[in-house]
């Protein structure tokens, strides 16, 4: 029982692992491009909680259908959610690499300690 | 001109004076001289003005904004603040006529800066007198201290820069740090922080709170220079002398005992304070103050930093004339503010008119200087005899009143050190005067004659002043005993 | 009236300085309407859509919005107002109108964090914000921006990740976005864990954006190297707008029905805080470069609107939304002075500014006048703040006597750094070689002085902000008790 209660509970340890991965990376790494890597996930871990906390036992798409009666819909909310939320991680990430490139271009480097001695 | 409007007029005046000064100095010096010594006139006829309406017993009193509830910009005239007033306008004329002749006589730098700042502080200083609140009071005692900054650093060499950041720095951090805290602890305690005749602290304070709340206060208004925030007060040696005239006589300093005997009398309240143990140590502190002080001048070799540690005693004078918590001591509080005033704006412009004639700082240098500047030296004795309380000079006047007063309280501290200090003042004036009538110049020493015509009229005024004030201290006397009038 | 975020919202596109400039006006004239209605008792609400809430998603302006958004407005017409000379200066001509698209994008999101009261919608306006921001602080001119920018990024990212976190939990155990209604709801949730986890990564989330001492390395740098416009646009108002989302978090949502939350609340917000102000003011005391110093002051300040918000008392409140209003002004009448200096002067090392004083007396005069608030010396905005500050330390408690002297030891390391400031302008000589600068352009100075000016008249009447603050306070402190 015990075990079958944390089994129940296993999208909710991939999230916390996920975040802490990349947490990680975002912090352990010294390559601002692995750092953005670590921030993705952590992202996407976030994600992950979103859609996961949506589901209702037993429940479909929510798409009302004609002739069916009492259908049991997963929260469509949070799924709208994410999705304006994925929509921001992509641009997060869009603009951190841009930056990252116009970094290469002006100091030749992608490495945190490299870029700090320079200056 | 109503008296509500004469106290307005009198804070813009010198403000409006400030910028058309600033604006005059860019077209030509003499036009801004002009412009200073009208400003400096009117003002005198403003607050003059405001005499009569004082003598019949007026009180007038104008509100400017609220700031918060409770916590109002709002000036009121009442006997102190009206002789500081009409003590710091009156001198504002002669200092800028000295001024006139120091700056030129030296060829100073930034003479339109020195100007308007020297405006501004008038301004401040009137804030000061008339403020009728606690809250206005230190809104224009920080803008005197700021003011008052560029004047002290005004030759702007690394020297003067570190002894001006030491005047502000002491200046400022005190009255942030300790009379920010006071007032504010007195608003919340008492509702308000208006000045009112017999105090607004009565019943509502208890006993070790009373001393806490008074110490904060004295040591929080640096500008009065009790031990141990005294040490602003010989760094600011550097300023240009009609500078240290204006700080050590007319606005700073008495800004700061001002601010103490306002808040002893009207916030307080004597009777108060008096029945309290723990506000005896004030006493004690000033006591110390004017001893040390003059046992720290007694040793001091040049002529300004003398000067400054006599203040210093002079000005605790004040403080414990305040802190003797009696009627005629209070009076004899605010008659020393003038006295001192006098006496000692004659003896800084005189140490002021040797160094412009001569470029002499230092003690031992004035051998004999007595008959090269006759004019000045006899300014210089006047003065001199003044702060020790010599009969016929104002000094005498005020410290009359202030044995008076301890007599009164029964308090032997305050007549010992009075004696005391009167024996050291003497130690250390009357050598200089031997010095410079009666020893002869070492030979070979430079010629030189008397300092410019504007400074050496600008000091025989005020030695005049200092014994007119001996013979003529009638209506001043009679303005201030309406302070104590009523609660004796 | 109601569509006053709408306004900004629909013009991003603004073509170049001059449209940017309009829609900013149009936008502080709109805030200020709002906030006569607010005065007038009437808090607004706007339900986009058309869908009431809490199924919508609501706006709304109450006397605690209405405020900020008073100095989101204010901070971004005044900054585009006289930004052209500054900008044409650091940024190309190309560039430009792709420059000003982004400022007012991050205008609108700040607006939208201010008025929305939709916990996922403030989430989306953050981001809008923060991605503005970070590509308006890319834009400077020197190489370094764009670390300090990566490095912004990052930790901005996190704490809104943070926040995301914290959001979804609270809308798992309460099932609404709706700020009003999550209050509501969560009185009814049976297990609390989730709900203090929730608490605990929004506070931590938006305290990174916050910049609250120490997660706020990112601050100084960032900044420093911004063009010095957007840097007048941002140390007026972006932390202080996370700031607000914190404030209304912890004391709308949370304070009334999580148990215990306040004094939680008050432990975590007050040594931060406390460390905050007295570190960073020690590091401002011996910061060389002119901006850097700025900024890190920003970090000591941020400290005591925090601090106020940690007494979790009205009066404390009142003086936290009053600083949030008094330190917009003087810093960012500060900056704008930078920028005037920074017209003339590419190297804004204290050191290498001997002599300005003399060469640009206005701007100069103008920069005392701020420091004198951001000191909070009498008869300046700071001081008011300052003054509730301490009374609110003082109610306190007996720790209130501890506080007050932490306040005041750090106002006197204001007054330490402001000094260097006012000594290297005024004292120092001027360094030999350089060119003879002469005094900003007008555009840039009449704004400097404008803020300069409401630095004092804000400190001689307070009436309007101060009203607004302290209904915000009844407002918060209501929902707390």
Not at chain 2, 178 to 198: K, S
């Amino acid at each position: 029982m015990k075990l079958l209660e944390l089994l129940g509970y296993f999208n909710y340890w991939v999230f916390a692992i996920i975040l802490t991965v990349g947490l990680y990376a975002v912090i352990r790494k010294t390559n601002l491009i692995k750092k953005l890597i670590g921030l993705s996930i952590f992202q996407s871990a976030v994600f992950l909680m979103y859609i996961t906390m949506d589901k209702v036992e037993g429940g479909t798409a929510p798409i009302i259908q004609t002739g069916v009666e009492n259908q049991i819909f997963s929260n469509p909310l949070p799924q709208v959610l994410i999705l304006t939320a994925i929509v921001v991680g992509v641009s997060t990430l869009a603009l951190g690499l841009a930056i990252v490139v116009r970094i290469n271009e002006s100091y030749g480097t992608i490495e945190e300690r490299e870029i700090l001695d320079a200056d | 001109m109503t008296p509500e409007t004469a106290i307005l007029v009198a804070l813009i005046l010198p403000l409006g004076g400030a910028l058309a000064i600033a604006l005059a100095g860019r077209v030509s010096p003499n036009l801004r001289e002009t412009v200073t010594l009208v400003t400096a006139a009117a003002l005198i006829w403003v607050v003059w003005g405001l005499l009569p309406t004082l003598m019949a017993g007026g009180r007038p009193a104008v509100e400017i904004s609220q700031v918060m509830p409770g916590l109002t910009i709002a000036f009121k005239v009442e006997p102190l603040g009206m002789l500081f007033a009409a003590l710091a306008s009156g001198l504002w004329i002669i200092n800028s006529v000295y001024s006139i002749g120091y700056m030129r006589g030296n060829k100073e730098q930034n003479q339109t800066r020195f100007y308007t700042c020297f405006a501004l502080a008038l301004s401040a200083t009137m804030g000061v007198a008339f403020a009728g609140n606690l809250f206005t009071l230190f809104l224009f005692y920080e803008l005197l201290t700021l003011s008052t900054y560029p004047l002290v650093s005004h030759k702007g060499d690394p020297a003067t820069v570190r002894s001006a950041r030491v005047y502000l720095g002491v200046l400022l951090s005190t009255s942030i740090g300790l009379f920010l805290p006071a007032i504010i602890w007195t608003y919340m305690v008492a509702g308000t922080g208006d000045f009112t005749p017999g105090g607004i602290l009565a019943g509502k304070l208890d006993d070790p709170a009373i001393g806490l709340l008074l110490g904060l206060f004295v040591f929080g208004i640096g500008k009065a220079a009790v031990m141990p925030v005294h040490r602003w007060l010989p760094a600011a040696m550097v300023a240009p002398t009609p500078v240290s005239a204006l700080l050590h006589a007319v606005a700073v300093v008495k800004a700061g005992v001002f601010a103490i005997t306002k808040i002893i009398v009207y916030v307080f309240g004597i009777d108060f304070l008096f029945d309290a143990p723990s506000s005896g140590w004030l006493l004690y502190m000033a006591a110390f103050t004017i001893i040390a002080a003059s046992l720290i001048a007694l040793r001091q070799t040049n002529i300004k930093r003398l000067l400054a540690y006599s203040t210093i005693a002079q000005l605790s004078y004040v403080v414990m004339a305040a802190a003797i918590l009696k009627p005629l001591a209070e009076v004899g509080a605010a008659i020393h503010i003038v006295a001192h005033a006098f006496g000692k704006i004659t003896l800084f412009f005189a140490a002021g008119a040797i160094y412009v004639a001569s470029k002499k700082t230092e003690l031992h240098q004035l051998r004999g200087i007595g008959r090269r500047m006759p004019w000045t030296m006899a300014a210089f004795s006047i003065g001199a005899l003044s702060m020790i309380g010599v009969p016929p000079t104002a000094g005498f006047v005020s410290k009359w009143y202030i044995l008076a007063g301890a007599f009164e309280a029964d308090n032997l501290v305050a007549v010992f050190t009075i004696i005391a200090s009167t024996a050291l003042n003497a130690a250390y004036f009357l050598p200089i005067l031997y010095l410079a009538w009666f020893e002869r110049e070492n030979s070979g020493a430079p010629e030189h004659g008397e300092a410019p015509l504007a400074a050496v009229l600008a000091l025989c005024v005020t030695a005049l002043l200092t014994l007119a004030f001996f013979l003529f201290n009638g209506p001043v006397i009679e303005l201030e005993s309406q302070v104590v009038r009523g609660f004796t | 009236m109601l569509s006053a975020p709408l306004v900004v919202l629909l013009q991003p596109r603004g073509l170049a300085w001059a449209g940017a400039t309009v829609a900013a006006l149009a936008s502080f004239a709109i805030a200020l309407a709002l906030t006569i209605a607010v005065l007038d008792g009437q808090p607004q609400v706007y339900a986009m859509g058309g869908w009431p809430a809490p199924y919508g998603i609501a706006l709304g302006v109450d006397a605690f919005s209405a405020l900020v958004l008073l100095v989101v407005t204010g901070a971004g017409a005044a900054s585009l107002l006289a930004a052209r000379p500054s900008i044409d200066q650091q940024i190309e001509q190309e560039r430009q109108p792709l420059f000003y698209s982004a400022w007012l994008l991050g205008l609108a999101g700040l607006v939208g964090i201010v008025v929305s009261a939709d916990a996922f919608n403030i989430f989306v306006f953050m981001e809008i914000s923060s991605l503005a921001s970070y590509i308006l602080i890319a834009g400077g001119p020197d190489r370094r921006a764009l670390p300090a920018v990566f490095k912004y990024l990052i930790m901005g990212t996190i704490g809104a990740t943070f926040y995301l976190i914290g959001v979804g939990l609270i809308y798992m155990m309460t099932g609404t976005l709706n700020l009003a209604d999550m209050e509501a709801r969560i009185g009814d949730v049976v297990d609390m864990n989730p709900i203090l986890v929730a608490a605990g990564f929004i506070t931590i989330g938006l305290a990174l954006k916050a910049a609250v001492f120490p997660l706020h390395v990112w601050l100084p740098n960032a900044y420093t190297q911004a063009p010095h416009m957007v840097t007048v646009f941002l140390a007026a108002c972006a932390t202080k707008v996370a700031l607000y989302v914190l404030i209304r978090f912890d004391y709308l949502v949370f304070q009334a029905k999580l148990a215990d939350h306040e004094v939680q609340f008050a432990l975590f917000a007050m040594p931060l805080a406390i460390l905050g102000i007295l570190v960073a003011s020690a590091v401002a005391m011996f910061e060389g470069n002119l901006k850097r110093l700025l900024a890190t002051s920003s970090v000591a300040q941020i400290g005591y609107i925090l601090l106020g918000a940690s007494f979790v008392s009205q009066a404390g409140l009142s003086a936290s939304v009053m600083h949030i209003f008094n330190h917009a002004l003087a810093k960012g009448g500060l900056f704008l002075a930078v920028a005037c200096l920074a017209y003339h002067y590419r190297d804004l090392r204290l050191d290498q500014l001997g002599g300005a004083a003399a060469r640009m007396p206005w701007t100069c005069a103008a920069l005392v006048v701020c420091g004198f608030s951001l000191i909070g010396i009498p008869g300046t905005a700071g001081f008011i703040s300052k003054w509730l500050l301490i009374s609110a330390a003082l109610e306190s408690g007996p720790w209130g006597w501890g506080l007050v002297a932490v306040i005041l030891v750090s106002s006197l390391m204001a007054v330490v750094y402001i000094w260097r400031i006012v000594e290297a302008v005024y004292f120092r000589a001027a360094v030999e070689g350089d060119s003879q600068p002469a005094e900003a352009p007008l555009q840039l100075l009449l704004v400097t002085w404008l803020v300069a000016l409401l630095n004092i008249f804000f400190g001689l009447f307070p009436g309007v902000p101060l009203e607004l603050a302290n209904s915000t306070a009844t407002l918060l402190a209501g929902f707390a008790s």
